[in-house]
């Protein structure tokens, strides 16, 4: 290790990059370790005691499994390695062919930058439990990777009940979110999605983005509601006719130097319970009446918790 950080250092890295490249390197390689003990802490060696295996034996296979797997995680590591190198060296080409002049300086990149919220997150874990909260959140993590790489998007991480992304285009980036409700929408089992998109310079450091366009583009998430796309000025204007979007006003976001003109994605809007943010077909469990609108729950355990809510009055979904 140490001959090959001398190696990269004679190549005319600077020392503070070579730090930033070990720490993405062990932090990655950490949780890749603690993953793979982990799913099989939890889904071999947990379910041979359930089986009254005895502990030794158990011990016994699971050395056995790790001395058979070890040199094939290293070829598969070493493999996807190399495949997702040549995918970022493309990417880095056509960063100094297209964005010549980023208005963020050395070490910016042009980018849309997405998030997708949960809404009522916090309302279905303490009704249905952190168990089922964590599948939800599994089923979405699924569904968005799929679409994200069929738009050359990617996940940078997640925070949270919520995801961020990263996509070339703001077009891209659009019609990813479109996709994602859509999907959302046909799966009545998954709760509301709000997706916020702004785009400009983003520092990338350390394998995440950083900067004002991410802080502005997670404001703006926050401002949604479930079903729906927010987008910044700047996204509307780039979008041209790809895309019907519609004025949502001006807002003021915190961290903004000045007010935030938005606009909404024109899509179909979904009838979703308020409590958990399920979509709900025709008819209902239950419904109820409330200031002027008809609320529909996916249960009367839903209805019968936003009722008991401490100001149920003020519970009413915003359009």
């Known amino acids: 290790m140490l001959e090959g950080f001398k190696l990269i250092a004679g190549s005319g890295m600077p020392p503070e990059a070579t730090i930033e490249g070990a720490r993405v390197f062990g932090d990655t390689l950490r949780r890749l370790a603690e993953t793979l003990a982990r799913l099989v802490h939890v889904h071999v060696h947990e379910r041979l005691i359930e089986q009254g295996v005895p502990e030794e034996e158990v011990i016994r296979r699971i050395h056995g499994l ?7 995680l290293d070829g598969i590591v070493e493999r996807v390695f190399h495949e997702h190198l040549l995918q970022a060296d493309i990417e880095d080409a056509h960063v100094h062919l297209v964005d010549t002049d980023v208005a963020g300086g050395r070490g910016s990149v042009e980018a849309a930058i997405v998030f997708i919220d949960v809404e009522s997150f916090t309302t279905l874990t303490e009704i249905k439990g952190d168990q089922a909260a964590i599948d939800v959140m599994s089923r979405i993590d699924t569904l968005v990777r799929s679409l994200a790489l069929e738009r050359d998007g990617k996940v940078v991480k997640a925070i949270g009940d919520a995801l961020m992304l990263a996509f070339r285009d703001v077009r891209s980036a659009v019609s990813f979110a479109s996709a994602v409700h859509d999907a959302a929408q046909r799966d009545p089992d998954l709760p509301g999605l709000r997706i916020g998109i702004h785009c400009g310079p983003a520092v990338y450091r350390a394998g995440d983005y950083v900067g004002t366009t991410v802080n502005l583009a997670s404001r703006v998430t926050g401002t949604g509601t479930a079903g729906q796309t927010v987008l910044t000025e700047a996204v509307a204007e780039r979008l041209g006719d790809a895309a019907s979007v519609e004025p949502l006003g001006v807002r003021v976001l915190r961290g903004a130097e000045r007010p935030v003109a938005l606009f909404r994605l024109r899509r179909h809007e979904e009838r979703r319970d308020p409590v958990c943010g399920r979509s709900i077909q025709a008819p209902p ?8 609108q008809e609320l529909w729950f996916c249960s009367e355990d839903c209805l019968r918790h936003f009722l008991a809510g401490p100001s149920a009055a003020d519970q009413v979904p915003r359009r």
């Open 285 to 292: 469990a239950a419904r109820l009446q409330r200031a002027g």
């Open 66 to 72: 790790q001395q058979a797997a070890l040199p094939l």
